[in-house]
């Protein structure tokens, strides 16, 4: 068991790399840090140490969360804090710095930001003028020595690290159809061969990705912005947007099962000339059987310098009737973003569990959440809106608010529209302004 003297020792040395871990982190203030700075900070750990800690835990090490005794964690998590500013574990990092005086420390512990204290003794009485003189000067030789080394440290090893593997798109903006390319940075000597990465491209499909081989290309054929993710050992590393630009309005129909295929419906005016819905006969010459499930896709997507937390969208439409292969009568609102996307379904209420609704980084799916709300059906007609203020998000069905929450991430930029219908729907509206500045939607009408 640790005697008082030791166990102190080591709760210095936890605050002192603490305080280097808030300075490699670029917010060297602890105790200002926001929820959303320990959620990052676990993140980036695990990106650079393959160690998970979660954001709870750091609140206990970093005094966030108080604690009858102060917190000490596990070796483990040690170790990666170590790792995480340059050391190679935590008794590396132990043996490579002094060990500071700790007479003050119990009173620093009561701040919650634990910040590391350096205490130099004072000055015996005894203590010749001449030598008081000189305290100075040699404190500053100190100073110097210790700047030239982080200078050093800095220059010729953590500059030197290891590249993390990113995901990178050469070419992410197109039309339709589209063949992206994606290149991998820091795939090679240094990749350890027992990780397991894989690209999940944004629209379904994925691939494990190969040592030795960086460079990989997808081809993608339904208007949109996608945002395709590298994973590591099943863990989000990078994220890469690609971006599927329409010229007014198109439809692409879809067969439920059939993932190898897609077929444009070749309309010209669609929607804004008085033609609201495709027909059966229409998606049948596409190339659709339409005795099975399809879907069909209505999608307007380009640069809109609208704002994807701050607007309103609200569409009038009517969902398919009862046909062969639809019994859910469903239609699915998306909001293509910057950095991710918002969406929700309307299903007949037996349906829901089939539903999804998405704001940003808050994803749910009616076979494990309860989304009965998303019920209704829309078949003889009716309207769905979506109004986001400051990230703010409510849901309302025939002009009924339904839902709401708020979400973290910013979406930014709204990069167009998608209106999906099992079966053959119609859309008779569709109004999408910006909030604050009023701007409108290119693919507006009414």
């Not at 080591?10 to 840090?33: A, F, N, T």
């Not at 990749?191 to 944004?202: A, L, R």
């Not at 990705?209 to 960086?214: L, R, Y």
């Not at 940003?360 to 989304?371: A, D, P, R, T």
Request: contains cysteine.
């Amino acid at each position: 068991m640790e005697n008082g003297q030791v166990r102190a020792s080591s709760l210095d040395q936890l605050d002192h790399c603490c305080r280097l871990v808030s300075e490699v982190y670029g917010k060297p203030d602890i105790g200002k840090w926001t929820n959303g700075d320990y959620v990052k900070l676990g993140y980036t750990l695990y990106k650079k140490t393959q160690v998970q800690i979660s954001p709870n835990t750091l609140k206990r090490i970093f005094g966030k969360i108080r604690t009858d005794v102060r917190y000490y964690p596990q070796r483990a998590t040690r170790d990666a804090l170590a790792r995480y500013i340059g050391y190679s574990d935590w008794e590396n990092f132990n043996t490579s710095k002094p060990v500071f005086t700790t007479q003050v420390h119990n009173a620093v512990r009561e701040e919650v930001s634990y910040s590391p204290v350096i205490v130099i003794d004072p000055v015996e009485t005894s203590v010749s003028d001449e030598k008081r003189q000189r305290w100075p000067l040699a404190l500053a030789g100190m100073i110097v020595l210790v700047v030239a080394f982080v200078f050093s440290y800095k220059l010729f090893f953590v500059n030197h690290l290891p590249e993390e593997v990113r995901l990178v798109c050469q070419n992410p903006v197109g039309g339709n159809p589209h063949s992206a390319v994606f290149v991998l940075p820091g795939l090679g000597a240094y990749t350890d061969p027992k990780d397991q990465y894989v690209i999940e491209f944004g629209d379904g499909r994925k691939i494990p990705v190969t040592m030795g081989d960086s460079l990989y290309s997808h081809y993608y054929e339904v208007p949109g912005r996608y945002h395709a993710v590298l994973k590591k050992n099943g863990y989000a590393l990078d994220t890469a947007s690609v971006y599927l630009q329409t010229d007014g309005w198109t439809a692409t129909a879809e067969m439920m099962y059939d993932t190898t295929r897609v077929y444009p419906i070749e309309i010209a005016d669609l929607l804004i000339s008085g033609k609201k819905s495709v027909s059966a006969l229409e998606v049948s010459h596409a190339g659709v059987d339409t005795n099975r499930t399809f879907f069909v896709k209505f999608i307007n997507t380009h640069i809109t310098h609208i704002d994807g937390d701050n607007f309103d969208l609200f569409i009038k439409l009517k969902t398919s009737p009862s046909r062969a292969g639809v019994r859910c009568s469903q239609v699915r609102v998306t909001v293509f973003g910057e950095t991710s996307k918002h969406l929700f379904d309307v299903m007949k209420p037996g349906c829901v569990h089939w539903t999804d609704l998405q704001f940003s980084e808050i994803n749910k799916q009616g076979e494990s959440n309860q989304l009965n709300f998303l019920g209704a059906d829309l078949h003889q007609g009716g309207s769905v809106q979506m109004k986001v203020v400051n990230k703010h998000a409510r849901v309302f069905i025939n002009e009924k608010q339904v839902y709401e929450t708020d979400y973290l991430e910013p979406l930014k930029q709204i990069y167009g529209l998608g209106i999906t219908f099992a079966g053959i729907g119609e859309i008779h509206s569709v109004l999408l302004k910006d909030l604050k500045t009023g701007k409108t939607f290119d693919g507006n009408f009414d």
